[in-house]
């Protein structure tokens, strides 16, 4: 795989909540140039998300089944209650034409994805936005929350807390200073489009 991969695969871990889509947006404002790969997903559209504008492709279970027979998914996870797979190709025909190409992923993903591209072509990024307490005070602070859907965000929020040990990079998002984290994950691309 190594004589044929030139570009760069940048994954982002987040926990719900942390600024991911913030952050993320940013970046392809700053680097038009850059891909941004797309996830197959077996869950529904949330109230808000547009299937037009976002990353994700909402498929049947029956799509997702076939695509997982025909090889066509780089690594697949089920999170929640629902599958999440990568397409290879396009991850794999950016990285082979010496691009940069950047994902989110939950913490299994980030294990396969490790075990199939080099670590010179591979970064794995933490967006850390603080503590479950922390966290906590911002949903609440958005919209009331039953005490059983709240211990949900809980369990889910550390459960994607263990993605931090994974990570090559954490990039903090901490005191409601949005534009010195969107500073710093500007660098952590910077850094990483150097090794192009
Ligand atoms: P959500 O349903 O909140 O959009 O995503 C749930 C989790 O799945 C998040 O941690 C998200 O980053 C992760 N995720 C999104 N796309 C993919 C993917 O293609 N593969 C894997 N393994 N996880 C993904």
Same mark, same amino acid.
């Given at each position: 795989?190594?004589?044929?991969?030139?570009?760069?695969?940048?994954?982002?871990?987040?926990?719900?909540?942390?600024?991911?889509s913030?952050?993320?947006r940013?970046?392809k404002?700053?680097?038009?140039?850059?891909?941004?790969?797309?996830?197959?997903?077996?869950?529904?559209p949330?109230?808000g998300e547009d299937p037009q504008t976002g990353t994700y492709?909402?498929?049947?279970?029956?799509?997702?089944?076939?695509?997982? /027979?025909?090889?066509?998914? $780089?690594?697949?996870?089920? %999170?929640?209650?629902?599958?999440? &797979?990568?397409?290879? +190709? #396009? *991850?794999?025909?950016?990285?082979?034409?010496?691009?940069?190409?950047?994902?989110?992923?939950?913490?299994?993903?980030?294990?396969?994805?490790?075990?199939?591209?080099?670590?010179?072509?591979?970064?794995?990024?933490?967006?850390?936005?603080?503590?479950?307490?922390?966290?906590?005070?911002?949903?609440?602070?958005?919209?009331?929350?039953? /005490?059983?859907?709240?211990? $949900?965000?809980?369990?889910? %929020?550390?459960?994607?807390?263990? &993605?931090?040990?994974? +990570? #090559? *990079?954490?990039?903090?998002?901490?005191?409601?200073?949005?534009?010195?984290?969107?500073?710093?994950?500007?660098?952590?691309?910077?850094?990483?489009?150097?090794?192009?």
């Amino acid at each position: 795989m190594n004589d044929i991969l030139s570009g760069q695969f940048v994954l982002v871990m987040a926990p719900s909540g942390s600024g991911k889509s913030t952050l993320i947006r940013d970046i392809k404002e700053v680097y038009p140039d850059m891909s941004f790969a797309r996830t197959h997903t077996t869950r529904v559209p949330r109230p808000g998300e547009d299937p037009q504008t976002g990353t994700y492709d909402f498929v049947s279970n029956e799509t997702f089944d076939a695509n997982i /027979a025909a090889g066509a998914y $780089l690594e697949w996870a089920t %999170f929640g209650g629902h599958r999440y &797979g990568t397409p290879a +190709a #396009d *991850v794999l025909n950016v990285l082979k034409s010496g691009g940069t190409v950047l994902k989110e992923m939950d913490l299994q993903g980030v294990k396969q994805v490790r075990a199939l591209i080099p670590p010179e072509h591979l970064t794995v990024v933490y967006i850390d936005g603080g503590s479950w307490e922390a966290l906590k005070e911002r949903i609440l602070a958005r919209a009331p929350m039953s /005490a059983e859907q709240l211990e $949900l965000r809980k369990e889910r %929020f550390l459960e994607e807390e263990k &993605g931090k040990g994974e +990570a #090559d *990079v954490i990039v903090e998002n901490h005191d409601g200073n949005v534009a010195k984290a969107k500073e710093r994950f500007r660098a952590c691309i910077a850094t990483i489009r150097e090794r192009l």
